[in-house]
């Protein structure tokens, strides 16, 4: 008998007909002779209901953290308890938890905790007496007994961090999409679902804005090898198996092209080409806490170069500001930014072993007439940074010239996909 952990998103239990659903989905994985822990959302909509509410009685200065944990936690305390009486109703005994009566203990920071430890102690028990077991999603307690969450999105985590704690032979994700894809089907409609991906590919994706899987939960199934699957909660179908590599299994070159809009440019122009500049140009954006992404300095003229940086677009003016008010000290000439930029990046644990991509990925983008205004590239991704306008046809473009497109020539329907 398998153990097997099954998440369901927010859209998955928004109402009654869709919270009986799951019991019936649960109902018969456990009639098939799996134990079951079930991990759920809130109903969709109802953190940002609860956090507006929260801003609103602050009068838009921000809520104490300890009492906003406490409020946004209870919207999975209301699934979970809904979701049980289904099962109880269609005569399978079920018992749910929130994550403190678990004893999923984290560390203290409120809205983006980080889990401790877990009590799987009388979850097990449970499972013994075989019953399904509901867990509320996204919540945890720290060792004083405050209420405590791990972040948006952060009941994959919790599905993912029980199923290691239990040993658990897959962790299932279920959502309103049927699997992870080659590139988002809403710009690339020949984008195809994909079987399987490696913890390193999906955790690119999700860091390149790629909105499936919380990446926090993508880091705790690689770190303790929980094999995890994106499925879909209204079609039945394999999903997409996320794993590690297996050895001498042939890897695609490519499995995915991932966007992300959430970027803006700095350049400095004219700055005079010493050591130590670029520190003396990024001191002051770390030490605000602005990340950086990426960073390309020009070769100098005459002594002088210029220097250009990503940050996200939600820390632009305040990178902005800083550099400018930065760049006499440094002697600098002029300082500009550009929010309408796009970062597109090329995913795959297979071009590691192949020099040829970077070509492959340059020339498609030039035969569309695409400037590259930046490059970066790691072991297993290369990104480009180019104009915003230049998103769906450079995705295509991109799409098209690693062999991505459904081969059947399928086209895929998406209404809204699920995000959070
Ligand atoms: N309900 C939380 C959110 O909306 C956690 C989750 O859905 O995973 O972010
Ligand atoms: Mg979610």
Do not use: W
Not at 112 to 136: C, F, P, Q, S, T
Not at 164 to 178: N, R, S, Y
């Amino acid at each position: 008998m398998a153990l097997i952990v099954q998440k369901y998103g927010g859209s998955s239990v928004a109402t009654v007909p869709r919270i009986e659903h799951v019991a019936r989905k649960a109902a018969a994985t456990r009639s098939a002779g799996n134990d079951i822990v079930v991990v759920l959302s809130a109903m969709k909509g109802e953190t940002d209901r609860l956090l507006a509410l929260a801003y609103e009685v602050s009068h838009s200065q921000c809520p104490a953290p300890r009492e906003l944990d406490m409020l946004l936690s209870t919207g999975e305390q209301v699934t979970i308890a809904l979701l049980t009486m289904a099962l109880e109703r269609l005569g399978v005994a079920a018992r749910c938890y929130t994550g403190a009566q678990v004893r999923i203990l984290t560390d203290s920071s409120h809205s983006k905790a980080r889990i401790l430890d877990i009590d799987e102690e009388h979850l097990v028990e449970d499972l013994k007496l075989g019953r399904i077991v509901v867990v509320a999603g996204f919540q945890g307690v720290d060792e004083t007994g405050a209420i405590t969450t791990l972040g948006r999105g952060g009941s994959d985590t919790t599905a993912v961090a029980l199923a290691a704690a239990l040993g658990a032979g897959e962790c299932q994700i279920f959502t309103d999409v049927d699997g992870v894809y080659t590139t988002d089907p809403r710009v690339v409609p020949t984008a195809r679902r994909l079987d399987r991906i490696t913890f390193e590919e999906m955790l690119e994706m999700a860091s390149l804005g790629s909105k499936v899987l919380q990446i926090r939960a993508v880091e705790f199934a690689g770190k303790y090898q929980v094999p995890l699957r994106v499925l879909s909660s209204f079609e039945e179908g394999p999903g997409t198996l996320i794993t590690y590599e297996v050895e001498g299994m042939e890897e695609p070159l490519i499995s995915s092209i991932a966007f992300n809009r959430d970027e803006a440019k700095l350049t400095i122009l004219g700055v005079p080409d010493r050591p130590g500049i670029a520190a003396q140009i990024l001191g002051p954006v770390s030490a605000a806490n602005i990340n950086v992404d990426m960073i390309v300095q020009n070769i100098s003229k005459e002594g002088l170069t210029d220097f250009t940086f990503t940050v996200h677009r939600s820390e632009y003016e305040r990178a902005l500001e800083l550099t400018q008010k930065h760049a006499q000290e440094l002697g600098a000439r002029e300082v500009f930014g550009d929010t309408d930029i796009v970062k597109l990046s090329l995913v795959g644990v297979g071009m590691r072993s192949h020099a040829a991509v970077a070509s492959r990925m340059f020339t498609a983008l030039a035969d569309e007439g695409i400037n590259i205004q930046m490059i970066s590239t790691s072991e297993i991704k290369i990104s480009v940074v180019v104009d915003e306008k230049y998103l769906e046809l450079g995705t295509r473009a991109l799409h098209r010239a690693f062999d991505l497109d459904d081969k059947d020539g399928r086209r895929v329907k998406v209404e809204g996909a699920e995000v959070g």
